[in-house]
C-alpha cells in the first residue's frame, strides 16, 4: 500500500513540521478535521501548531508532507497484560476463571526476566504498530521482570504506565512462601516505584497492581492502596468483569456491600483509581465510581471473547462516569484500539437489538474521541495527550486511509466517513508511523 505515495522521510526526533489530514478530536468539545493541515513540534516534543495549513505559511516550506496519511492523536490502551501478549487469540469459548487457570496463569509463572527480555520490547512496538502510543498494563507478579518491561518501555519511547501484579492469595506461584507473600509484594512494589515512577521524564509511571478481589486478602487491597496514595502512583484492578468472578467476590468478602464496596473499604476508589471493565455494576456502584472520580477501562472485545457481558454504556456516560478504552490483551485477542472501538459499537447496537439500548448511539467520531481522549483524561492527563492541539505534547500517530479504502481511490472527504472507515474496516497495518513527545516509535510499517 506505501507503494502508491511517494516516499517520505519521516523525521525520527523533533524538531519538525508534518503537513497532512488532520482529526482529532478537541479538549473543549467537538472534532478538528483539515483536509491540509499542519503540524509542528518544537525541539522538546512539544505541539505550537495544529490546524489549516493556509493559517501558517511560514511553517508550510519546511513541513514533511505525508498526504494523503491523517495524522491523529495516538491511542491509549488503558487495560492490558503485556506478558499474556503470546497468548492474544487463544482459549475461545471459556469463561474468565477457566480461561486464567488453564491458559494465564501458566503464562505468566514463566514470565520471568529472561522471557521478559525477548517479550516485552516486541510488545512495545506491538502497541505502536496498533497506532497506540500510551498503554497502562500490568505484568507478572516477578519484580525482575517489570524492570525489564521498564527498560524496555524507556528504550522504545512509548508511553507506559506499568505494575506488577499483586496477588497474596488464589496466586500462581505456589513456591512463595504465603506468610511472607504480603509484605514482600508490597516491599518490590514500592522499590519499582521508586525507581520507575516518573521515569525518563515522567514519560513512564506506576500503577500499584493488585489482580483482583479473589487473588488478594482484604489487607493486601488496603495496604496497596495506601501506597499508591502516599507516592502518588496509579492504583489499578479489575472489577465486576464476569457472573462466576462476582458471585467468588460475594463469598470471598461477605462484609462488603457488593464488588465495588471491596474496593471502596480498602481505600481504593479515587481519581488515581482505573478499574477494567465494570461490566455489571448496580446503580449503588455505579454512583460510587463516579461519586469517588474512579476511572473505568472499557473493554468490549474482551467481555465478549470471554462472554462476561455487554457493559451499558451509555447508562454509565449519563451518570457522567470517566472512561476509556482498553485491549485487555490477552482476555482480548487484538491490541488495536480501532477495533476494540468496532466491537465496542457492534456490542452497544446488540443491546438495542436486544431492546435494552440506553443513551444517545455513539457514532465514529464519539468512539475516536473515547479511545484517545477518554482514555488520557482517565488517566489525568487530558491537558497533555490525547488530541492534537498547541501545548500539548506530540503523541501522534499517521495512518494510511488507502488501507481502510473499499475500493482503490476512494476518498472520504467528511470526518465521521473517515472515523467510521478507521473503525469499521480498520487494517493491522493502517498506522504508517507513531511518535511520543515527537520522537517516532519503532513498530509502525515494520511487517512490509
Ligand atoms: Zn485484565
Known sequence: MSGSLSPVELPATPPFVLRGRLLTPLVAGGTRHELDALVAVDPAGGITFAGPRADRPDLADAAIDVRPWVLLPGMVDLHAHLPQLPNAGLG????????????????????????????????????????????????????????????????????????????????????????????????????????????????????????????????????????????????????????????????????????????????????????????????????????????????????????????????????????????????GPDLSIFSVMRVGFYAQNARRVAGIGEGPVLGPLDWLRLGSLGGAMSLGLGDRIGSLEAGKEADLIAVDPAYVAPIPGAVDEEAKDLASRLIFRAHPDMVRAAWVRGRRLEGPGSRD
Request: hydrophobic share 45%.
Open 92 to 331: 475461545a469459548g471459556m469463561d474468565l476463571l477457566a480461561w486464567l487457570e488453564r491458559y494465564i496463569f501458566p503464562l505468566e509463572l514463566d514470565f520471568d526476566a529472561a522471557v521478559a527480555e525477548r517479550v516485552a520490547p516486541a510488545a512495545w512496538r506491538a502497541f505502536a504498530s496498533a497506532g497506540t502510543t500510551t498503554a497502562l498494563v500490568y505484568g507478572a507478579v516477578y519484580e525482575a521482570s517489570l524492570d525489564v518491561m521498564f527498560q524496555a518501555a524507556e528504550t522504545h519511547g512509548i508511553r507506559a504506565i506499568v505494575g506488577k501484579v499483586m496477588m497474596d492469595r488464589n496466586t500462581y506461584d505456589l513456591t512463595i512462601d504465603p506468610s511472607t507473600i504480603l509484605d514482600r509484594s508490597l516491599a518490590e512494589s514500592a522499590r519499582l516505584i521508586e525507581r520507575w515512577h516518573g521515569a525518563a521524564d515522567d514519560r513512564l509511571r506506576y500503577a500499584v497492581t493488585p489482580r483482583f478481589a479473589i487473588s488478594c486478602t482484604a489487607e493486601l487491597l488496603r495496604e496497596s492502596a495506601a501506597l499508591a496514595r502516599s507516592t502518588g502512583a496509579y492504583w489499578q484492578t479489575h472489577v465486576s468483569e464476569d457472573p462466576g468472578e462476582i458471585a467468588e467476590v460475594a463469598r470471598l468478602f461477605p462484609e462488603a456491600a457488593d464488588y465495588v464496596d471491596v474496593y471502596d473499604r480498602a481505600g481504593g476508589l479515587g481519581e488515581r483509581t482505573v478499574l477494567a471493565h465494570a461490566v455489571h455494576l448496580s446503580d449503588r456502584e455505579l454512583v460510587r465510581l463516579v461519586e469517588s472520580g474512579s476511572r473505568v477501562a472499557h473493554c468490549p472485545i474482551s467481555n465478549l471473547f470471554l462472554a462476561s457481558g455487554v457493559m451499558p454504556l451509555g447508562r454509565y456516560l449519563d451518570a457522567g462516569l470517566t472512561l476509556g478504552l482498553g485491549s485487555d490483551v490477552a482476555g
